[in-house]
């Protein structure tokens, strides 16, 4: 009996060995999935514009003057992404916990608004017009990847019209314009055109209607 028994596991477990899903036997015939070395996906550095110096010194202001939720003050934050060649306009105000990959290639109008925790990724030109305003979180990014390819850095610019409304935790993706006054509800994600004056949410992004009516006199009938 208990040789049976010794000779019944031994089978069994061959078995299991070889005749299982995610064995060594099972696997054998399935295709290898390509697997692309990020060490050798290029493009990053060529986003920069800039010296290694001139990042790191960059990497430091931000810190102390950018994010820094103890530095409460807009026209200090204003002065600091200047002097790092970003172009703001008058009575922009930029909240504490903000983040600017690259102040050099960064447009802000004047009398707009930065709420805190806003992160401009930017690796392309980035422009926010006059009178806008980009709310708490949310995350504008110029920048993507060659997936299929080799990893590496694909870029394109965002522009955010006069007069817009980036509500919380949106998700702004390269290639976007946002049309004069267009209004974002909260956690969208979006990607490509959206007309002026309209309203706009969701993941996929879907249009509301409009946020100002039309008058006669606009639409050239008075």
């Known amino acids: 009996m208990k040789i049976g028994r010794s000779r019944s596991r031994t089978m069994s477990n061959s078995m299991a060995l070889t005749g299982q899903p995610g064995s060594k036997d099972a696997d054998r015939h399935e295709p290898t999935t390509k697997v692309i070395p990020l060490s050798e996906a290029p493009g990053e550095r ?11 010194l960059w990497a430091v202001a931000e810190r102390l003057f950018v994010t820094n939720s103890w530095q409460p003050s807009s026209k200090l934050r204003n002065a600091i992404l200047r002097l790092f060649g970003a172009d703001i ?8 916990r903000t983040r600017v990959a690259f102040p ?16 401009i990724h930017n690796q392309n030109h980035l422009t926010i017009g006059a009178n806008a305003v980009i709310s708490q979180d949310t995350f504008l990014t110029t920048g993507s990847h060659a997936l299929r390819r080799d990893m590496a850095l694909i870029t394109s610019p965002i522009v955010i019209e006069d007069g817009v409304w980036v509500t919380s935790r949106c998700v702004v993706l390269g290639g ?7 209004v974002i509800g909260p956690n969208s994600v979006v990607k490509g055109e ?3 004056n309209t309203i706009w949410s ?21």
Do not use: D
């Not at 060529?46 to 010296?51: I, P």
């Not at 306009?89 to 504490?96: D, K």
């Not at 409009?210 to 050239?220: A, C, D, N």
């Open 46 to 56: 060529e986003a920069w514009n800039r010296s290694s110096s001139v990042m790191y």
């Open 104 to 119: 050099w290639k960064l447009v802000i109008g004047a009398n707009s608004w930065i709420g805190e925790g806003v992160w």
């Open 176 to 182: 976007t314009r946002i049309g004069t006054s267009a």
């Open 89 to 96: 306009g008058e009575g922009v105000i930029f909240r504490p």
């Open 202 to 222: 969701g993941n996929p992004l879907a249009e509301h209607g409009t946020r100002f009516p039309v008058t006669l006199k606009e639409m050239g009938l008075s």
């Open 194 to 196: 959206i007309p002026p």
